[in-house]
């Protein structure tokens, strides 16, 4: 074979590889341009369906969510807290809730439990505030005008721990306790009018049992008494004093077992205890909710509470005086004694003194010796 013709021959194997090459490379581009539109087809198609499944879930969310409010606006006299809180934060966006009263600044029991509907509920932008005054009585609750001081915050539920323990310690009256109550209650509604009030009685107290004052009561008959009185005007309580021992009863624990070492506070574990109740009250306990926001029909009157309470008129004790009068001296008046003569008056004559003789005796006259009628000599 010639020279030119080897040459040619290369040159051609050559071309006819690279061609191979070339559709061997042009096959394999082809192909993964293919998968790869595929894959892009599958992942719109992917995102359609999810969309439209993201959709479908977000109506009937929607729709759950709306049967929800509708619900509560019917029954607003038998409704949770947490329902509530849900209802404002739809209407407002928002909702601020606040501690007041004989509670810890921050207590850690109550920030735990609002932390956790947070979470469960689609309570997004919800905040807590705290305006604790532990060491004051129910008398000083109304002199320092704490209601104005919480309406700068504009609470939409106020949770008013009542100052039972404290009102036993200053030692007023059971009547006077009730009604201070109720009439701070009256000046926070009139300061914040959409805002939910709910009455929470304290924890039980060790040390405090039997811790008699003057009046012969300790807390619980303060807390008691409170509890009773709020039958009549069915204002929204959560008897907590009463949940806390009917627990440890379940449990056949004793009370000191959640205080400190006095006796006073909770523990660790008594607040943990204390909480649960709280968030158990929070989701089940049905209340009447309707003192608080109204956004659709019109909202139902309030009465103050405080003025329509009985208290027993002591009457007055009616005292005698007794007026002792005085001697008056008169100067004696002097008289002259006027001389009488004594009268003499001569006796009657006594006829029986006279001696009836005896006609038997004998005549001693002439003789010196004498006998009687027995013999017997007689000296004359």
Do not use: C
């Amino acid at each position: 074979m010639k020279k030119k013709e080897i040459v040619l021959v290369s040159i051609m194997g050559i071309l006819t590889i690279a061609i191979v090459l070339f559709g061997y490379k042009y096959a394999a581009g082809k192909k993964e341009a293919l998968l790869r539109e595929g894959e892009k087809q599958t992942e719109t198609v992917s995102k359609t369906a999810s969309s439209q499944e993201s959709t479908i879930a977000e109506s009937d969310t929607s729709e759950a969510y709306a049967q929800f409010l509708a619900a509560f606006a019917e029954n607003r006299s038998n409704a949770s807290v947490v329902d509530y809180l849900q209802y404002v934060h739809h209407h407002t966006k928002e909702v601020n809730v606040a501690f007041f009263g004989d509670v810890a600044a921050d207590a850690a029991w109550a920030k735990s439990v609002i932390a956790g509907i947070q979470a469960d509920y689609p309570l997004e932008n919800l905040t807590t505030s705290f305006f604790s005054h532990p060491s004051d009585s129910s008398s000083v609750y109304l002199s320092s005008q704490y209601a104005q001081e919480m309406a700068a915050s504009s609470p939409d539920v106020i949770f008013f721990s009542i100052p039972a323990k404290t009102d036993q310690v200053v030692d007023i009256s059971l009547v006077e306790s009730t009604q201070n109550i109720y009439a701070v209650y009256d000046e926070i509604r009139a300061a914040l009018p959409d805002a939910l009030i709910v009455l929470v009685t304290p924890p039980p107290s060790a040390a405090k049992v039997a811790d008699w004052n003057s009046r012969s009561l300790d807390y619980r008959n303060y807390t008691n008494n409170l509890v009773e009185e709020n039958a009549a005007f069915a204002v929204p309580l959560y008897d907590l004093h009463a949940d806390f021992l009917a627990e440890l009863t379940n449990r056949s624990e004793s009370a000191s077992n959640f205080m400190d070492a006095a006796g006073l506070e909770l523990n660790e574990a008594g607040q943990q205890l204390y909480g649960e109740l709280f968030a158990a009250s929070l989701r089940t306990k049905m209340i009447d909710t309707s003192a608080g926001l109204y956004v659709e029909g019109e909202k139902p009157a309030s009465t103050p509470i405080a003025p329509t309470l009985t208290v027993p008129e002591v009457p007055a004790a009616a005292i005698e005086e007794t007026v002792s009068e005085e001697p008056v001296y008169e100067e004696p008046v002097y008289e002259e004694p006027t001389y009488v003569a004594p009268t003499y008056t001569a006796p009657a004559a006594d006829d029986t003194s006279v001696a009836t003789p005896d006609p038997t005796a004998t005549d001693i006259t002439a003789n010196d010796t004498a006998t009687n009628a027995t013999g017997t000599e007689i000296d004359q």
